[in-house]
């Protein structure tokens, strides 16, 4: 999807999945976190998997040429045996001369569709036809 693509309010919701030991076994392997609690999930591991969730998504993904920002937080810490899914909503877009801006707010909501971690991700998005300079006299 490209940057004329985008709507204002414009919602995606990715498919659910539950979180397992072997979800927080390998996030723990590659980061190298000690849990207190064995039955905790790690809190950024529903961010990568709700980012990994939005591949499975019906629509195209956006033609992103820079991810410029992230803000994010943490609501209420996950327990395994909990299924997530992801809600991405269009909040701000602004056009450029060669791609856009658009800011879309993210949520990590869990099986009572209670939100749990959520925040803003700004990208520059491609436009379908760029603006072209103008022609001299």
Avoid: N
């Avoid at 979180?19 to 927080?24: D, N």
């Amino acid at each position: 999807m490209y940057f004329e693509d985008v709507e204002i309010g414009d919602e995606d919701l990715t498919p659910a999945m539950t979180l397992t030991e072997a979800h927080a076994a390998l996030y723990r392997g590659l980061t190298g976190d000690a849990p207190d609690d064995p039955a905790a999930i790690p809190d950024l591991l529903p961010l990568c998997l709700s980012t990994g969730l939005g591949w499975r998504m019906a629509r195209p993904p956006l033609v992103v040429l820079a991810f410029m920002g992230v803000e994010w937080a943490i609501h209420r810490p996950l327990r395994i045996g909990e299924t997530v899914h992801g809600r991405a909503r269009a909040v701000v877009k602004r056009s450029m001369r060669e791609a856009g801006v658009i800011i879309e707010g993210h949520e990590i909501l869990d099986q009572r569709g209670d939100v749990v971690q959520g925040g803003r991700f700004t990208f520059l998005v491609a436009k379908r036809t760029p603006a072209r300079p103008a022609a001299s006299a």
